[in-house]
């Protein structure tokens, strides 16, 4: 009996077939792997499924989740039920040897410890790149009104991954409000603000170029010198993916695809190499867009559910509750005990969670002075404009706005 299985994957952007790495590297894997028809492919976010994670593979026959590009690829390794390529887009060869095992896993783990703090320099941390390419396509990606709440918790999140590589600087949004504050504070001491210089004035990806193209290089010229051809399909799958999204050109400062253009040559003929054999012309995937997880009062309760993580000390409480839901959520159906054919939590705890988080949000937010600006959400600037302002309005002793 085959299986139907559904890949729950962020979705595309920048002419790939997924904005994350381990979406796309699954994605490339079972295009090799699985026969047509064998899956679909659900553009979602990690707040649409049980698992809080993507890429997500649900099992409709057996109503089971298994996430992480890892844990489902050793999933379709040891299924014998799934309906298998016998004439694959790329062989996997000969057994590979203990050598070229041990390659194998140390190139996995190297994407994940530096390959990946890079690309979430470029598209991330640098406010030109995120404000201009990467924001809008969340913004494109996810349904209304999930771009407000999701994808500034995505690039804190990726912020933090990339700490470690020392260019905050790139982050000019952080960087221009510790500025204002020095500003003010010397305004108010009565210091006089020197003028900026030449190069203050230049881009941080500018000034910090020979870094920025160090860092890079430190990445890079490991991955070009990777015999591809020697490498597990799983790990194949990941270099396609990191290196197709570090090849993004769509930006206002490509810094990295330059980078690996004209400094590291091979790791675009791989990537070239890579793709055609995985994604040929004229091959199509099957996408289905109109799912469960995107229906109005789903999409409200997950909008909720990140209005509410962000109140104050109960947001973080809220946060461990409502991640204890989901997994013995997905406990039942490990045992057979949740309804089949079910994906997320049910309409009722939907509908129980949707009214309970919106009056959490709104009762705390006007308890810490945040009413005023949830209610300016309707006078908030569309979707995936480069700048974003959101203000919180100055509060007197009484609650009432200062002037009045």
């Known amino acids: 009996m085959e299986l139907t299985m559904e890949l729950h994957v962020w979705g595309g952007a920048f002419g790939l077939p997924s904005i994350d790495p381990e979406c796309l590297a699954t994605i490339a894997y079972f295009t090799q792997t699985l026969s047509p028809g064998v899956f679909t492919l659900i553009p979602t976010s990690p707040s649409a499924v049980p ?29 014998t039920s799934i309906s298998m390529r016998t004439t694959g887009v790329v062989r996997d060869g000969p057994p590979l040897t203990p050598a070229q095992k041990a390659d194998s896993a140390a190139y996995t783990a190297f994407l994940a410890l530096h390959a990946a703090p890079l690309l979430a ?15 809008p396509a969340y913004s494109a990606i996810l349904p209304f009104p999930l771009a407000w709440t999701e994808p500034p918790a995505i690039r804190a999140a990726m912020t933090r991954r ?15 409000e510790k500025e204002e504050r020095l500003e003010a504070a010397a305004a108010a001491a009565g210091w ?54 570090m090849d993004v050109t769509a930006l206002p400062r490509p810094w990295l695809s330059d980078v690996m253009r004209e400094k ?60 204890g839901v989901k997994r013995r959520a997905l406990q039942s159906q490990a045992v057979g005990n949740a309804h089949k054919g079910s994906v997320g939590t049910s309409l009722a705890a939907n509908m129980l969670f949707l009214t309970f988080a919106t009056s959490a949000v709104l009762g705390f937010g ?4 945040y009413g005023p600006s949830l209610r300016s959400l309707g006078g908030l600037p569309a979707f995936g404009l480069p700048l974003q302002i959101w203000k919180r309005p100055l509060s007197g002793l009484a609650g009432a706005p200062y002037g009045r």
């Open 162 to 176: 990339a700490e470690h590589l020392g260019m905050s600087a790139l982050d000019t949004d952080a960087v221009a």
């Open 51 to 79: 698992t809080n994670q993507l890429p997500s593979l649900y099992i409709r026959s057996t109503n089971t989740w298994i996430p992480s590009f890892a844990a489902i690829t050793a999933f379709i390794q040891t299924a």
């Open 192 to 245: 006089v603000t020197a003028k900026k210089t030449v190069r203050e004035m230049l881009a941080p990806e500018q000034k910090g170029r020979i870094r920025l193209e160090r860092l890079a290089g430190d990445v890079l010229e490991v991955l070009a010198a990777v015999d591809w051809d020697g490498v597990s399909r799983e790990t194949r799958c990941l270099g396609l993916a990191y290196l197709a999204l």
């Open 366 to 369: 006007s308890m810490a002075g």
């Open 264 to 323: 590291y040559p091979t790791c675009a003929q791989a990537l070239k190499k890579l793709w055609a054999a995985v994604f040929p012309p004229g091959s199509k995937l099957l996408w289905v867009r109109d799912g469960p997880e995107n229906r109005v009062l789903r999409v409200g309760a997950r909008f909720a559910n990140g209005l509410i993580k962000d109140v104050p000390v109960f947001g973080q409480a809220w946060h461990r509750f409502w991640a």
């Open 121 to 135: 320099l470029s598209l991330y941390v640098s406010s030109a790149n995120w404000a201009a390419g990467t924001r």
